[in-house]
């Protein structure tokens, strides 16, 4: 009788460590998440066949649930058209495909897709600067549930049950949606993960600072210019050069940046914010994306932007099963 109240204080003792342990663990792919840009994010692992999902807590994240997912016929991360490999890296969901949507475009083959499907964008900025092609990743479900037990097979997609990808969309808002996949989930202590985040929180304030205040120096130093290409200027000195000519200019514009959210993987980060510009030139609201990577000295530099128009409000996300009217 002693030795069975003796195992059980052990076993109790293991459990409560591994609680207390699990809660001070933190995924190191999400630093900081916001109310508009990532309510929730989408964190599959590979590896495990494991999709998480998590919710904003505080701009840290809370785990809600793991769905069982396949992933790629092949192993290793996706850098071509065809290769069925699923892509690594950290996207947005854009898009959903209904059940009707995808036999309209695909005839009967759609049935492999089950109830619906979310287009994830890849390639994003980091695939195309690093040559990599393919496209059509999406996040769907599937017409026989079994493949999920076999974790490689599909041509690049992350498949799930298709009562699971009804229950994760409840959380998945069209362009507010992050889905971060990696071959392997790496967590943190609470102090390595806050100092990671931290050194990419700073990055971020000191180019937001320099760029409200007009340091043209301080602010150009935040991109690295060596690997920087802006979509419509090109390079880093043809970037620098028309930033300098903005700079330049007598007026002061007010610039506002609030929802920002940090994600990064063992490549590179990415910042998303809510960018609010009000000049006597231009006056809007966009979402910009930031894609960062350390140099040398191991600085977190800006290698990419990209901009989108949003809206400006702020209305409060609440889970439901829009996509899905049963």
């Not at 920087?228 to 007010?254: C, I, L, M």
């Not at 914010?273 to 800006?302: A, E, F, H, M, P």
């Amino acid at each position: 009788m002693k030795t069975l109240k003796l195992i059980t204080w052990v076993f109790l003792i293991i459990s409560v460590s591994f609680v207390s342990a699990e809660e001070n663990f933190y995924p190191s792919n999400i630093l900081m998440m916001d109310q508009k840009f990532s309510h929730h994010v989408i964190l599959v692992e590979k590896a495990t066949h494991k999709l998480h999902l998590y919710e904003n807590r505080g701009s840290t994240p809370k785990f809600v649930k793991t769905f069982s997912t396949a992933t790629g016929k092949f192993k290793g991360d996706k850098t071509v058209n065809g290769d069925h490999k699923t892509p690594e890296g950290i996207y947005t969901i854009y898009d959903f495909l209904s059940k009707e949507e995808l036999f309209k475009r695909h005839g009967k083959y759609a049935e492999i897709y089950g109830s619906g499907a979310f287009p994830m964008d890849y390639p994003n900025f980091i695939d195309v600067q690093e040559g990599k092609s393919g496209g059509g990743i999406w996040l769907h479900s599937t017409d026989d549930d079994n493949r999920i037990s076999k974790g490689l097979d599909s041509r690049g997609c992350v498949v799930v049950q298709n009562q699971d990808l009804k229950d994760i969309s409840q959380y998945i808002e069209l362009n507010h949606t992050p889905i971060i996949v990696v071959q392997d989930v790496f967590y943190l202590s609470k102090t390595t993960w806050e100092r990671n985040r931290k050194d990419l929180s700073e990055a971020v304030q000191k180019w937001a600072t320099a760029w409200q205040n007009k340091d043209f120096n301080k602010y150009i130093s935040a991109y690295d210019s060596s690997r920087f290409y802006d979509r419509k200027h090109g390079n880093y000195e043809n970037y620098k050069s028309y930033k300098k000519a903005v700079f330049s200019r007598p007026d002061e514009p007010q610039i506002k940046l609030d929802f920002i959210s940090i994600f990064s993987n063992e490549e590179y980060a990415v910042v998303h914010l809510q960018q609010d510009y009000r000049s006597v030139v231009i006056n809007d609201i966009g979402k910009k994306t930031l894609y960062l990577k350390k140099d040398k000295n191991y600085d977190w530099k800006i290698v990419g932007e990209v901009w989108s128009r949003v809206d400006g409000s702020a209305v409060a996300f609440s889970p439901s099963k829009k996509f899905f009217k049963e």
